[in-house]
């Protein structure tokens, strides 16, 4: 029973060490902070996200190669994955406000 309480917490502190370096390596952040109009919102969401995917895909690229472990190609793909998916999000509800405002009638 003591080694299984003690290798479960060796292997939950290496995941916690993978996660660190991975978020570390993909420079995660909670959300864009631009200053003044939507615009340099929406750029600064592109910008991050689009760094967010190169990163994804420079580790992809070391798992491939053996260099990372599977474990954080997984969670770097999977960061990448949700980022680009929110992006598209708001994009679409952008498209969607412009058309129902091109609806209204004046």
């Known amino acids: 029973m003591s080694n ?14 993978r996660i660190g370096r991975v978020n570390e390596e993909t420079k995660i952040v909670a959300a864009p902070k631009a200053e003044g ?16 995917v190169q990163q994804s895909e420079k580790m992809s690229i070391q798992g491939i190669s053996g260099k990372a472990d599977i474990q954080d190609v997984v969670l770097a793909v999977s960061n990448a994955e949700q980022a680009l998916e929110t992006l598209v999000t708001v994009r679409n509800t952008a ?5 129902e405002i091109m609806r209204m009638t004046i």
């Open 4 to 17: 299984n309480i003690s290798g479960a917490l060796q292997a939950y502190q290496q995941a916690l060490g």
């Open 95 to 99: 498209v969607q406000a412009y058309q």
């Open 37 to 52: 109009s939507f615009e340099n919102m929406v750029k600064s969401a592109i910008s991050e996200t689009s760094q967010i």
